[in-house]
């Protein structure tokens, strides 16, 4: 159950930057701009690093998680391009009012869903899993391993594509053979047959309300 509960707090966090913050380059922990698998690792671990420091991120804090996605990840990700390939051809469908929605309603039910394996973190780091390819690419798949001392290490692929900006950004993340994008699309597909792209807005705002719900409960229990 640690193990389920560690990888939900970590697999999901490059995917949940959102739109209301804006974080200065010279701020950030990692480069965006240069090697790839570098950019990779110095996020993972800078991520780490805040959330061991941090004990309203450790209990599951919404607000302090927002914070964490708006000063460190926001950059590194394409978070319009995740939430499109999520919902997929029905995004062509959408209205800009509804494509707004849905990002911010698939940011919320994100964040609900993973802070609470936060408290997971404790001595992991990020490295590169061990390969002789290192050709850099526009479109790239990289790889790596959160090692513990305590823990088997855990397998974390990262989808990433160099933007017109010349900047890396993460749109996908693969857990131990599961591709998030992929996953949620799945669970999702039903909900967009039946009741379109309102109905998926609906399910996001339910889920959230749900989730928010129950970590209140959960720490009221603490």
Known sequence: MQ???????LS???ALAAFPGIALAADLPYDDKGDPFAF?????NAVLERIRASDSLRSGD?????KLVDDVIMP????TMMTRMTVGPKWRQATKE??????DGFELLLMRVYAGGLSAVKDQ??????????DVKPEMVIRTLLTSGSEQPISLDYRIYKAKTGTWKIVDVNIEGIWMVENYRSQFSSVLSQDGIDGLIRLFNEKGEQLAE???????KK
Not at 40 to 44: A, R, Y
Not at 98 to 103: A, I, K, M, S
Not at 125 to 134: D, S
């Open 3 to 9: 193990r389920r509960t560690l990888l939900a707090g």
């Open 12 to 14: 999901a966090i490059p």
């Open 40 to 44: 990779v690792v110095d996020l993972s």
């Open 62 to 66: 919404i607000e302090s998680l927002r």
């Open 76 to 79: 590194a990700t394409d978070f």
């Open 98 to 103: 509804q494509r707004q929605q849905l990002q």
């Open 125 to 134: 780091k990020c490295e590169l899993r061990p390969t002789r390819v290192k």
């Open 214 to 220: 129950s970590m209140k409960q959960d720490g009221a």
